[in-house]
């Protein structure tokens, strides 16, 4: 299938996974739409991919609005009338704090099925971002812990039951720890080690004793292309991972010996977060459906990256 022509709205474009999207859809010819709740600057999200190495792409429609808001959603799908829907706006953090709440249940569920309602008047499809800490298959069904992963958990079940009441069509991805140039929360931790080498700056660490996996963005963002033009993809929920577990104290050594750093990371300055469980992809069911694997090993993408930073230092 020729994505010419084709009209694509992506929420959350602003944000990491969304702008590397957006700029890949642009560069396969697609009509691209990009929404975020805060004005953008035309060729926003082409210069950030030229910046990370993803070439100029095509052209990026802007549109302002805030998804928790439903008329200005339905609004939106109205003006736009998009082909296919990639929902990435959220709220993400990770925070275990009570005042986190209603701040996800506005942002990462209000939005969703906000999106949801307009998409059935409109019968586009729905590809969207859920979390890798959902109660899933992976990880035994564990309980979401966090007020984050809550609200895309029910996310996730809104969108099933939208696919079975009123027949949407409904793909979840479910992303691991997400890394790779241009991210603009320089708070998660790839960019902010990396960043606090390259000032020559001691960066403040966890024990290290966390087990993640981390997938390099751009095999992110093929995993929403692919799943948003196979019909094998509807109904479905994708973890999207390398399906490795790589500890944090592993992730930060990797990134010292890359960056050069002559000294060795001290672990424990900051306290390990309550409720962490080894979140690791399976990604069998994304490849046997939609022929989508990983292909950017974790030292090469780390390498990508810290290069991408020290050029933009430079």
């Known amino acids: 299938m020729t994505w010419k022509g084709r009209r694509a709205l992506v929420t959350g474009a602003s944000g990491f996974i969304g702008g590397h999207l957006a700029a890949r859809l642009a560069a396969l010819e697609a009509d691209v739409h990009a929404v975020s709740r805060r004005a953008q600057a035309a060729g926003a999200v082409s210069r950030r991919a030229h910046a990370a190495g993803g070439g100029d792409g095509g052209t990026v429609h802007w549109h302002q609005a805030d998804l928790r808001d439903q008329q200005a959603t339905a609004e939106l799908l109205a003006e736009v009338s998009p082909d296919v829907v990639f929902h990435l706006a959220s709220e993400v953090n990770g925070a275990r704090d009570p005042e986190m709440v209603p701040v996800t249940l506005a942002g990462n569920l209000q939005t969703t099925v906000n999106l949801l309602t307009a998409a059935v008047r409109h019968e586009c499809r729905m590809v969207l971002a859920g979390s890798i800490e959902e109660p899933r298959p992976g990880n035994g069904h564990a309980a979401a812990p966090s007020p984050y992963a809550m609200a895309k958990s029910a996310a996730s079940g809104y969108a099933d039951l939208y696919r079975q009441l009123w027949g949407l069509p409904c793909t979840i991805l479910r992303p691991s720890m997400v890394y790779g140039p241009a991210q603009p929360d320089t708070t998660k931790l790839v960019p902010y080690v990396t960043l606090a080498l390259l000032r020559g700056e001691e960066p403040r660490l ?34 999207v991972g390398t399906g490795v577990k790589t500890s944090v104290r592993e992730l930060v050594e990797l990134l010292y010996g890359i960056a ?37 090993e974790l030292t090469d993408g780390l390498r990508r990256t810290v290069a991408w930073y020290a050029r933009k230092a430079a």
């Open 260 to 296: 050069g750093a002559a000294a060795r990371p001290s672990f424990g300055a900051v306290a390990d977060r309550p409720l962490d469980i080894p979140q690791v992809a399976d990604v069998g069911p994304a490849f046997d459906l939609i022929g989508w694997r990983p292909t950017v």
């Open 206 to 239: 966890t024990s290290g004793a966390k087990v993640a996996d981390w997938v390099y963005v751009d095999d992110v963002v093929a995993a929403f292309v692919s799943a948003a033009v196979d019909d094998r993809a509807i109904g479905q929920s994708f973890d």
